[in-house]
């Protein structure tokens, strides 16, 4: 899945729970927002784990776990995709020993 070198993945949980938070539509709004990005790509992720804290949205490689995401945060989050800070106010959210699980099974390449 992270085949491409010096991309940023932009990866949206699709699965039950972040689904009826309105995941569906997060994961439509950051396309539209970075569509067409180089070097970005938004994709749909099966469960962080998370589920409880969603919607969950993960930047990797950048090792950024974003919890409880509304569609009023896609605009911080498309720009931290195309190189701006991150977001802090929604990295507070996930347990740290579940977010280092999530990264080394990205980091490991599992999907
Ligand atoms: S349903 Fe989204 S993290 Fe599990």
């Known amino acids: 899945?992270?085949?491409q070198e010096k991309a940023r993945f932009v990866l949206v949980c699709q699965n039950v729970d972040c689904l009826a938070r309105?995941?569906?539509k997060i994961m439509q709004a950051l396309e539209e927002r970075l569509?067409?990005?180089e070097g970005v790509e938004v994709k749909p992720y099966m469960c962080f784990g998370a589920c409880q804290d969603g919607p969950n949205v993960v930047l990797y490689p950048d090792r950024s776990f974003y919890s409880h995401v509304q569609l009023s945060d896609v605009d911080d989050i498309a720009a931290h995709a195309k190189g701006g800070p991150a977001v802090a106010r929604l990295e507070e959210g996930v347990d740290p020993s579940l977010k280092s699980?999530?990264?080394e099974l990205l980091d490991a390449g599992l999907v």
């Open 22 to 24: 309105g995941a569906d």
């Open 101 to 103: 699980l999530i990264f």
């Open 35 to 37: 569509s067409g990005e």
């Open 1 to 3: 899945m992270f085949e």
